[in-house]
């Protein structure tokens, strides 16, 4: 009998207390990016003109009764923030110490690199008051989460469990590539969301799903006048540009770009991976994700912004982001271990759709 050939990923085997570090600091990052949508839409981002002191004080020894106003959304999330960072650290610590895999090792190192990249960019931003350096630090929020959650996955006992390659069904490299498209126009998205609040255009077009009562807005000099004079005297809102409105209706256009291609990728799930509960389970996470985005996007309009629905939409978003990711990550994990499977086991179905690789294939021998 010719032995079972063993994925190069599974040869350490399931690590917990570093799957449990990562999962944990994965969770903490989530809160992160609720306080540091807070701290945008409370418009709170320079309440604190110093750092890495506090209005003079050490940061951790801040008397906390002047935590008051936008003080105390900016405060907090430097707090909050600094907490992460331990945790990354602790992440860190757990790989080199425990984990004998130079990837692992490398992926914890880059998490730990990546919260200080972040850490020195919100300091900048105060320093220098850029407000394009609020902006990349957005989304180099985003990009942790994701950073995280690659973590978890990858130390997670369905990673290093050698029967996920068992039951691992048909190749899903195409569905990967269609996940991890998603996800590139989600992050883009995403970036446009962050560009626009920085930039006063959350309610660049004040109606919804019109715009100024047209299917698009508007476009010119004279139409910019007409909306802003319908603003001034009828909404008591302050005058917009045409480059707050359109990158307004951008987002708009993005968020319906980002909805087709999520139900893409639930759509091939359901049809063709629905016994693959990996998959199937963040697809349906999806679907409630993506309603919830669509419904706090139009509140958010529509109630003029409130700061708690603004910043939820854009936990949401980083949510959506990071699920699809997931998803993507596990079908071409899952794509990368079929090729040991036996295509002789599959179904006429499951072959029509299988992907193996042209060379080096080495079926599993009875």
Same mark, same amino acid.
């Given at each position: %009998?010719?032995?079972?050939?063993?994925?190069?990923?599974?040869?350490?085997g399931y690590n917990a207390p570093l799957h449990w570090t990562a999962l944990v600091l994965c969770i903490a990052t989530f809160p992160l990016i609720f306080?540091?949508?807070?701290?945008?839409?409370?418009?709170?981002? %320079?309440?604190?003109?110093?750092?890495?002191n506090s209005y003079g004080y050490n940061m951790f020894l801040f008397p906390p009764r002047f935590w008051v106003g936008g003080i105390l959304y900016e405060h907090t999330h430097r707090l909050y923030a600094s907490f992460?960072?331990?945790?990354?650290?602790?992440?860190?610590?757990?790989?080199?110490?425990?984990?004998?895999?130079?990837?692992?090792?490398?992926?914890?190192?880059?998490?730990?690199?990546?919260?200080?990249?972040?850490?020195?960019?919100g300091g900048l931003r105060v320093r220098l008051?850029?407000?394009?350096?609020?902006?990349?630090?957005?989304?180099?929020?985003?990009?942790?989460f994701c950073l995280t959650a690659l973590v978890v996955l990858v130390t997670s006992r369905w990673w290093n469990d050698a029967s996920t390659a068992k039951s691992a069904g048909v190749p899903t490299?195409?569905?990967?590539?269609?996940?991890?498209?998603?996800?590139?126009?989600?992050? =883009?998205?995403?970036?446009?969301?962050?560009? %626009?609040?920085?930039?006063?255009?959350?309610?660049?077009?004040?109606?919804?799903?019109?715009?100024?009562?047209?299917?698009?807005?508007?476009n010119s000099d004279h139409a910019l006048a007409s909306a802003n004079n319908f603003r001034?005297?009828?909404?008591? %809102?302050?005058? =917009?540009?045409?480059?707050?409105?359109?990158?307004?209706?951008?987002?708009?256009?993005?968020?319906?770009?980002?909805?087709?291609?999520?139900?893409?990728?639930?759509?091939?799930?359901?049809?063709?991976?629905?016994?693959?509960?990996?998959?199937?389970?963040?697809?349906?996470?999806l679907i409630a994700l993506i309603l919830t985005q669509l419904t706090l996007g139009a509140l958010t309009v529509l109630l003029r912004k409130p700061a708690d629905i603004a910043s939820a939409h854009v936990a949401v978003g980083a949510l959506v982001l990071?699920?699809?990711?997931?998803?993507? =990550?596990?079908?071409?994990?899952?794509a990368a271990l079929a090729v040991t499977l036996q295509p002789s086991k599959l179904s006429t179905q499951d072959r029509q759709h299988a992907d193996y690789p042209k060379e080096g294939f080495r079926p599993l021998s009875a």
């Open positions: %009998m010719q032995p079972t050939p063993q994925h190069p990923q599974l040869a350490q306080l540091g949508g807070l701290v945008t839409s409370h418009q709170a981002g %320079m309440s604190v003109p110093d750092w890495p992460v960072g331990v945790l990354s650290i602790i992440l860190t610590a757990v790989a080199f110490l425990t984990d004998k895999r130079r990837s692992i090792r490398l992926l914890a190192a880059s998490t730990l690199s990546m919260v200080l990249i972040q850490g020195i960019l008051i850029k407000l394009d350096l609020a902006i990349v630090h957005a989304c180099v929020a985003q990009a942790f490299k195409s569905l990967a590539r269609l996940a991890f498209f998603a996800t590139a126009i989600i992050f =883009v998205q995403l970036i446009a969301g962050a560009v %626009m609040r920085h930039y006063q255009a959350g309610l660049a077009i004040p109606d919804f799903p019109l715009s100024y009562g047209q299917i698009l807005p508007p001034i005297h009828t909404l008591d %809102m302050d005058p =917009v540009s045409l480059a707050q409105i359109w990158l307004h209706f951008a987002h708009r256009i993005g968020a319906i770009l980002v909805t087709l291609l999520v139900a893409a990728v639930v759509t091939r799930v359901a049809f063709r991976h629905r016994e693959n509960k990996a998959l199937f389970r963040p697809a349906i996470f990071v699920t699809t990711f997931v998803l993507a =990550v596990r079908a071409n994990h899952l």
